[in-house]
């Protein structure tokens, strides 16, 4: 009997070797060059690897399809500018095994999902387009003609436009993600849900609404100037490697730096930079120079035990808060500071978990520097209150006027290599209006003003049989959403569903009645058209603009470029309804740029100033100190502290990364920085929390979470004993999703809370 989607959508249950050993307190070193080069050659064809490596990063080369953290904007390091994590995104890409006609025929969709998604992800790379059939156990080959008829067939015989969702995941270059979001436009639907939504999308809520830009402020060098830097919320050493060395300069010119976090993860203690050869052998640099092991979302308590206390000095001194930028530049400061004596001290440090030890001394460093960044990514956005976490780091910023000027202001560190870019260039539910007149001015047709649907929104309209057609461009959306299990009959609920994608993933396997696979081509694969091999361009996370061009050759000849997916849909579908000539573009990059420049603000002359090797910056506000808010200034704000509780035995889990995966790509099964090897259901606890339980490293647990009387459930977890707050545990995502509930999201942005999940431990 054919298995259900729920239970094709669940990560299968797997325990094998686990082993748990003391976790590092140095990050990177020689460890992650061993890491790396092993990684590299165990997959990558070898005659491949010398290329890759010298062109990863590289001006004119391609840019690392991992993180988006920014490349150096002057000279680039010969010995490699790229980390252990951007050679394993490689590897993955590049993986010398492809998957044909053959792998599907021997491979029903019923036994594939009995795969854990490592081994759907070693499988290799998607070689031809895919069509599974109605009732149908297996894919088989269809050509590329046929697929994006089938495509048209169904987007034209919905009764409405809305009827179908198109998600984008944040790899995704400038040119394709603009042809994108203008076929979906001109095709009549704002359904344009994607990635960000689960990830900074309360950072652009908080942003926007305070300083006017919904990106970060610093670049680079600002970062290498700051007196004082605070990385709240984020894990580079696994998830950003770079920014280590970064953070290094910042030591190195005499900055100091402040880790807020649940854990102590190695990176944020110490990093040993691998392509520098003396400190290979002398040491690492110690980062952190105060450690704050606050509770899990117990950020606001912290900022607000701060504000105070910052407060209380102004009041005594005089000269602890930037007056007259708070004069010049800001709104709200009288409210903000009236709202702000409401709250107690002690409560807030209770509520933060942090000692007043520990407060203290993060609290002189606050006190002392002028020049402050704040960077940090989900330990802030995956909280119900996750725009109240940054519009609170935001008003220690405003009171220090520790903004628009060097060394200081804000660093969202954003996830995949170009989500910043697609947002920029249009993916987005929620589109300005400005950005919606030039689309109608330059291209003669009226896209709907009316938002269409988020990721969370677009999972329930599937479920209620609103949405017929699920379109991915890139992405594992069943792996990367919340409540897998409601999310799986949602997508089963659709006629077809679409995957554009360079390897198989789980999405492939929860299917609409129909479904196809349209294999594309990787960053590092070089994109032929009629007018030569095309350059793309991507946005990194601090607003530079810059070129990728693949050097390798295309894994297959069935491969085409996302460019060209969108392209052949939209001349399918639209046919003769467009006043877009669509396949002209496919023919020549320049024509796509050519036309972000007259559309987007910040563009003009892209065709030429993306041949600069460093690539263009894109206008920012906040940088400058023009804050385009609804007030024409920089806004502080009113935050509530966050209500949660825990009842009897429940604790708050975060669902997080192991340094060996990427989002639901799972490089391997070990978690180097964390001591922990050869497994993924794990669950992290405090060893006080274990005792209270009779629990003792690898016994086996279920997971339960109860949300507004709904009750999920996650079975077989080992137990590891953490540094981790009392009351606070940790998992993987993917493997936890299931727990999550879909009605449990940010206020305005509705990021899912996946890092605040009430959870109760069974055991067996
Ligand atoms: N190698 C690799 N690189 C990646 C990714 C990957 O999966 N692998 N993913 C990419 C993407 S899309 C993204 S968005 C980023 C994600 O980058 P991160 O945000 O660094 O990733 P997470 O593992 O989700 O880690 C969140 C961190 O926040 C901490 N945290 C959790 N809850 C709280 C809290 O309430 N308060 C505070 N202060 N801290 C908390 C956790 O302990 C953890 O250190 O990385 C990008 N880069
Ligand atoms: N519980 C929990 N859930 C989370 C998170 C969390 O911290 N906890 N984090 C959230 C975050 S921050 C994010 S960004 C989302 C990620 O959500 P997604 O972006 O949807 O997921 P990824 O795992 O990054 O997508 C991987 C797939 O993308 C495809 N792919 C890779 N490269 C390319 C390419 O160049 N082109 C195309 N077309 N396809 C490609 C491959 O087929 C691969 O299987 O997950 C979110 N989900
Ligand atoms: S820091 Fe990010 S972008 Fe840079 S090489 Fe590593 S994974 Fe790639
Ligand atoms: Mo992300």
């Known amino acids: ?20 050993k003391t976790p590092p307190t140095n990050s990177a070193g020689l460890g992650g060059i061993v890491a790396a080069t092993s990684h590299a050659f165990k997959y990558i064809k070898p005659n491949n690897i010398f290329k890759i490596s010298t062109n990863l990063n590289q001006k004119g080369g391609f840019d690392c399809p991992g993180c988006a953290w920014p ?20 590897a993955e890409e590049m993986q010398n095994k492809l998957i044909t006609r053959d792998f599907f025929a021997k491979h029903t969709i019923d036994d594939l999902s009995e795969w854990s998604d490592f081994e759907i992800g070693k499988s ?18 269809i050509s590329w003609e046929k697929a994006f008829e089938k495509v048209a067939a169904h987007l034209n015989a919905l009764d409405h436009p809305d009827e179908a969702v198109f998600y984008t995941s944040g790899r995704t270059t400038n040119e394709a993600a603009f042809l994108y979001q203008l076929f979906v436009r001109e095709f009549g639907t704002a359904n344009l849900p994607d990635c960000s939504n689960m990830c900074h999308e309360a950072s652009g809520s908080a942003l926007s609404e305070t300083l006017g830009i919904g990106k970060g402020s610093v670049t680079l060098k600002d970062l290498y100037k700051a007196d004082l830097v605070m990385v709240v919320g984020q894990n580079p050493a696994t998830n950003h490697p770079r920014m280590l060395s970064a953070l290094e300069k910042t030591k190195k010119n005499g900055g100091k730096i402040i880790a807020i976090n649940p854990l102590p993860e190695a990176g944020l203690m110490k990093f040993t930079d691998p392509q520098n050869p003396i400190k290979m052998l002398t040491g690492g640099t110690k980062l952190s120079d105060v450690f704050v092991p606050v509770t899990i979302n117990g950020d606001v308590a912290f900022f607000k035990a701060i504000l105070l206390k910052l407060l209380a000095k102004e009041e005594e001194q005089g000269n602890v808060f930037d007056k007259a930028f708070i004069e010049t530049y800001t709104n709200g400061y009288d409210d903000f500071i009236s709202d702000i004596k409401t709250y107690n001290f002690e409560a807030c440090l209770k509520a933060s978990g942090v000692s007043k030890d520990v407060f203290d001394k993060a609290f002189e460093l606050i006190l002392n520097n002028d020049n402050i960044i704040i960077c940090w990514a989900m330990g802030l956005t995956q909280h119900e209150n996750a725009v109240d976490n940054i519009r609170e780091l935001v008003n220690l910023l405003l009171l220090k006027g520790s903004i ?4 200081a202001g804000t660093c969202p560190v954003r996830g995949h290599s170009n989500v910043q870019g697609d947002r920029t260039v249009g993916i987005w539910e929620a589109a300005p209006q400005a950005f919606l007149d030039k689309i109608e001015a330059k291209y003669g047709f009226k896209p709907t003003v009316k938002h269409g649907y988020s990721v969370i929104e677009a999972i329930k309209a599937m479920y209620e049989n609103k949405v017929k057609v699920f379109f991915g461009m890139g992405g594992n959306f069943i792996s990367a959403v919340p409540d897998t299990a409601y999310a799986s009959q949602a997508m089963a609920n659709c006629n077809l569903t679409v995957h554009v994608s360079t390897k198989l993933n789980r999405s492939h396997l929860v299917t609409g009645k129909e479904a196809l696979i349209f294999p594309c081509l990787g960053r590092a694969e070089k994109d032929y058209q009629k007018t030569g091999v095309q350059t793309q361009s991507v946005e990194n996370s601090m607003g530079v603009v810059s070129s990728t061009k693949g050097v390798l050759e295309p894994c297959s000849n069935d491969l085409i470029s996302e460019v060209a997916v969108v392209c052949g849909i939209a ?7 467009s006043k877009i000539n669509w396949l002209a573009y496919q023919d020549d990059y320049d024509l796509v740029r050519n036309d972000i420049a007259e559309v987007v603000d910040g563009f003009k002359d892209y065709n030429k100033k993306i041949k600069n090797p460093s690539g263009f910056y894109l206008p920012n506000g906040a940088r400058n100190r023009a804050f385009k808010t609804k ?5 502080f704000s009113i935050n509530k502290l966050p209500e949660w509780q825990l009842k009897g035995d429940e604790l708050i889990m975060m669902t997080i990364r192991s340094h060996d995966q990427f989002n639901t790509t799972i490089y391997g099964l070990d978690d180097r920085y964390r001591g922990v090897f050869n497994e993924r259901r794990i669950i992290f606890m405090n060893r006080e929390d274990m005792k209270l339980r009779n629990l003792k490293d690898y016994d086996v647990v279920n997971l339960k979470s109860e949300f507004k009387g709904v009750i999920r459930r996650a079975n077989k977890f080992k137990v590891v004993g953490f540094d981790i707050p009392k009351n606070c545990c940790a998992t993987y995502f993917p493997e ?25 431990i069974e055991n067996i």
Do not use: Q, W
Not at 404 to 407: A, D, L, Q, Y
Not at 742 to 758: C, E, G, M, N, Q
């Open 1 to 20: 009997m054919s298995k259900s989607p729920i239970d094709k959508g669940l990560t299968p249950e797997t325990l094998d070797n686990l082993k748990i």
């Open 71 to 90: 490349d150096p904007d002057d000279e680039r390091s010969v010995l490699g500018e790229y980390c252990e994590n951007g050679l394993k995104a490689m």
């Open 124 to 141: 290799g790379r998607l070689a031809e387009p895919m069509f599974l059939a109605e009732g149908s156990a297996n894919y088989e080959p």
């Open 404 to 407: 628009g000027k060097e060394g």
């Open 571 to 577: 001349n399918a579908t639209l046919r003769g309804r």
């Open 631 to 635: 007030t024409g200034r920089a806004n």
């Open 736 to 760: 936890t999703n299931v727990l999550v509930p879909l009605d449990s999201f940010a206020h305005t942005a509705k990021t899912p809370a996946s890092k605040s999940v009430i959870i109760t």
